[in-house]
T-cell receptor, first 114, second 109 residues
Framework: DSGVTQTPKHLITATGQRVTLRCSPR?????VYWYQQSLDQGLQFLIQ???????AKGNILERFSAQQFPDLHSELNLSSLELGDSALYFC?????????????FGPGTRLTVL | DAKTTQPTSMDCAEGRAANLPCNHS???????VYWYRQIHSQGPQYIIH???NNETNEMASLIITEDRKSSTLILPHATLRDTAVYYC??????????FGPGTRLSVLP
């Protein structure tokens, strides 16, 4: 158990819909990261937040957005869903911005878009 | 980011040491080498990381060559539960992880 929690575990929805994925980082961790893992793309970095502020962006679509709240939990919002958005979405957290901080991953949310 | 190359797959007998190689010939001085593994569709699990020196923890050992162009992750006594995809990542300072396809390790009874 990494200490990172994600809800829900599974989500099934239809094309065009909007969903919100939630992540609670390990106690004391200030950085949160979101990743997408689909069968054909592997594990892709989406976005990072540090203490409530966006820190880095990766391959995140404009239809996707995220935020980190004062209690440090984070939400990833996916809108206008397409079939290709079906994937595992992982959240990770780390203590801060030190050069060798490891990231600890949550169990993921499996999103299925029908 | 330094590109890493790993074998697509490897087998290891249960109870034997599993040695997983990784090539990172273009690594720069500020890039750490990290190893993660992913068991089935679970979240990636941190194993170990290092910069120049060899490292050991309760899970594994990391051997980095003197020129830092390659490294080996060693699982000293592999068990069936070590069957997973193992990712070697060279991470520059201030940058995020870039996961490649990894090595699929199968531990055989």
């Amino acid at each position: 158990d990494s200490g990172v929690t994600q809800t829900p575990k599974h989500l099934i929805t239809a094309t065009g819909q909007r969903v919100t994925l939630r992540c609670s980082p390990r106690s004391g961790d200030l950085s949160v990261y979101w990743y997408q893992q689909s069968l054909d793309q592997g594990l892709q970095f989406l976005i990072q937040y540090y203490n409530g502020e966006e820190r880095a962006k990766g391959n995140i679509l404009e239809r996707f957005s995220a935020q980190q709240f004062p209690d440090l939990h984070s939400e990833l919002n996916l809108s206008s869903l397409e079939l290709g958005d079906s994937a595992l979405y992982f959240c990770a957290s780390s203590a801060g911005l030190a050069r060798d901080n490891e990231q600890f991953f949550g169990p993921g949310t499996r999103l299925t878009v029908l | 980011d330094a590109k890493t190359t790993q074998p697509t797959s490897m087998d290891c007998a249960e109870g034997r040491a599993a040695n997983l190689p990784c090539n990172h010939s273009t690594i720069s001085g500020n890039e750490y080498v990290y190893w993660y593994r992913q068991i089935h569709s679970q979240g990636p699990q941190y194993i170990i990381h290092g910069l120049k020196n060899n490292e050991t923890n309760e899970m594994a050992s990391l051997i980095i060559t003197e020129d830092r162009k390659s490294s080996t992750l060693i699982l000293p006594h592999a068990t069936l539960r070590d069957t997973a995809v193992y990712y070697c990542i060279a991470r520059p300072y201030g940058q995020n992880f870039v996961f490649g396809p990894g090595t699929r390790l199968s531990v055989l009874p």
